[in-house]
């Protein structure tokens, strides 16, 4: 942040009725936007979660990492993110953009990682399987000649590396531990003899907003270089295995190929293998607390990834 960066002393009255732990990190944005000239008008939280995303403006959007203890430090994340999403920006894909009256970060300051994006305005129509399976071909598309430095299959190595701290600290038994580590290191092997590309990384429906604007993708900070069944897997598996909608499935499959994407049935079985061997060794990280609905959904992944060990 400039040193002479001017600070915010007041707060939009939306902002007063947070709970006093988002008070820094919303004055980390508001400061950081103001810095930079940018005018902020109000402060609505869109969500809360491990990071923060607020609405600071019309048009302004920051994203802020709150979970400074958690896994991932420092802003390498962040920094990949917003190379990708600028490189596909600038090209025309269909996502989310960086704003663009601000440096495009990451932006550090007051002990957070932040970077702000465009806002755009969601439509209630959901979007068709159809739409999903283009606009990710759209996304690979482009992505094939990004310039960014990306590690091979993050995702994948970083959470057999995770297996170890839910380890130590007993958040899974033995049995569920040594399941998720077979099928981690068993997909490694196999995806390793797939061509590669760079992908998206976490492409599932919560990161795909249907907008005024279009379909769009968003929340890149998870992209690596793998085979494209990766993120085709990523965003079939819901539909296809959780919650045996074949049919929608099939057609984001099909679009994707009908725009021009090959995907190979092996890559696809063994990706939605890896996907659930993921997702579930992100749960207690994820969900410290479930619900009743994720605890079910965690219990489903688990019997569903011992079936395929048979």
């Known amino acids: 942040m400039p040193a002479d960066a001017p600070a915010v002393t007041a707060f939009p009255s939306a902002a007063r009725t947070i709970m006093n732990e988002l008070d820094l990190p919303i004055r980390a944005a508001l400061e950081t936007a103001a810095g930079h000239g940018v005018r902020t008008d109000r402060c609505d939280i869109l969500q809360n979660g491990h990071t923060l995303v607020l ?98 299959m993050a995702i994948l190595t970083e959470t057999l590396a995770l297996l170890e701290t839910l380890e130590k600290q007993a958040l899974f038994p033995p049995e569920i531990l040594e399941l998720l580590r077979g099928h981690l290191e068993e997909s490694l092997e196999i995806l390793a003899t797939h061509p590669r590309q760079p992908l998206h990384g976490d492409a599932h429906e919560g990161n795909l907003m249907n907008t005024t604007l279009g379909l769009l993708w968003t929340d890149w900070e998870d992209t690596f270089l793998g085979p494209v069944e990766w993120d085709v897997a990523s965003i079939i598996w819901n539909p296809k295995v959780l919650e045996g909608n074949e049919d929608t499935a099939s057609r984001i499959v099909t679009a994707y190929r009908a725009a021009g994407g090959a995907v190979d049935e092996a890559a696809l079985q063994q990706c939605l293998v890896a996907r659930a061997a993921v997702m579930s060794a992100w749960y207690p990280i994820l969900y410290p607390q479930p619900d009743e609905s994720r605890r079910r959904k965690l219990a489903f992944r688990l019997e569903w990834l011992r079936k395929m060990k048979k």
């Open 55 to 152: 609405r600071l403006s019309e048009t302004l959007v920051a994203r802020v990492v709150t979970d400074r203890d958690g896994p991932r430090q420092g802003g390498a994340w962040y920094a990949r993110e917003t190379g990708v999403a600028r490189h596909l920006a600038e090209r025309g894909a269909p996502v989310i953009p960086v704003h663009p009256e601000l440096p495009p970060g990451p932006h550090e300051h007051l002990g957070y990682t932040l970077n702000f994006w465009q806002y755009v305005t969601r439509v209630a129509e959901e979007p068709s399987p159809e739409a999903v399976g283009r606009t990710l071909h759209e996304c690979h598309t482009v992505l094939r000649d990004c310039p960014e430095p990306l590690p091979e």
